[in-house]
Nanobody
Framework: QVQLVESGGGLVQAGGSLRLSCAASGRLFSFNTMGWYRQAPGKQRELVAAITSGGNTNYADSVKGRFTISRDNAKNTVYLQMNSLKPVDTAVYYC?????????WGQGTQVTVSS
């Protein structure tokens, strides 16, 4: 099927940076959307950023100007560069790929930002 493996999470101080990576494998198609959701304790899972196979992007208002999403189609990998991190960014980050009507999820990676 489709598998997504995430890496890059960790503990960082406020103002620091992290880069998350998510490598997809399996029955992928040329036209798809990849991106990142996050979920903090007691909070609803929210879309952080998404990018289409054509390179169109969108971001949550809370991360605009700080986070950058990109993808390497040859490697079937999506990245999330996170700069100027804040404690409110602390969450489990889940990557996903959406192919036609199906969405597949990574295992999640913890990002913790200390003040």
């Amino acid at each position: 099927q489709v598998q997504l493996v995430e890496s890059g999470g960790g503990l960082v101080q406020a103002g620091g940076s992290l880069r998350l990576s998510c490598a997809a494998s399996g029955r992928l198609f040329s036209f798809n959307t990849m991106g990142w959701y996050r979920q903090a304790p007691g909070k609803q899972r929210e879309l952080v950023a998404a990018i289409t196979s054509g390179g169109n992007t969108n971001y949550a208002d809370s991360v605009k100007g700080r986070f950058t999403i990109s993808r390497d189609n040859a490697k079937n990998t999506v990245y999330l560069q996170m700069n100027s991190l804040k404690p409110v960014d602390t969450a489990v980050y889940y990557c996903y790929v959406e192919i036609v009507v199906n969405r597949y999820w990574g295992q999640g990676t913890q990002v913790t930002v200390s003040s």
